[in-house]
């Protein structure tokens, strides 16, 4: 719902992905973009370890060699924005966000 407290949190969560760790996506060897959020499905369950592995993904990181505080740190910011360590994919949509359940 539009102006529930969480109906911007999939917005906050990408800001801090992008503008507060620099985990903005990169282009590939053929030239094509690369975000998280191409990763992400249009609904169904994503855990909070899934959306790290993704935001890597997304910069062609390899998870082995990033750093664990990075992790972490990604980790937990999805929990505290998200409300949660796993939530419904739809979230990542305002409309579809909800207030009484993931």
């Not at 959020?37 to 910069?59: C, N, R």
């Not at 992790?71 to 796993?86: C, Y």
């Amino acid at each position: 719902m539009t102006g529930s407290p969480s109906a911007n949190a999939f917005d906050r969560l990408m800001h801090f992905t992008c503008v507060g760790m620099g985990y903005c996506g990169w282009t590939d060897a053929d030239g094509q973009m690369r975000h998280v959020t191409d990763f992400i499905p249009d609904e169904g369950p994503v855990s909070a370890d899934q959306f790290v592995e993704w935001v890597l993904l997304a910069e062609g990181r390899r998870s082995d060699l990033t750093p664990l505080r990075h992790k972490r740190q990604l980790r937990q910011t999805f929990v505290d924005i998200m409300g949660g360590a796993v939530v419904d994919a739809r979230r990542r949509w305002p409309e579809a966000d909800t207030s009484d359940g993931p």
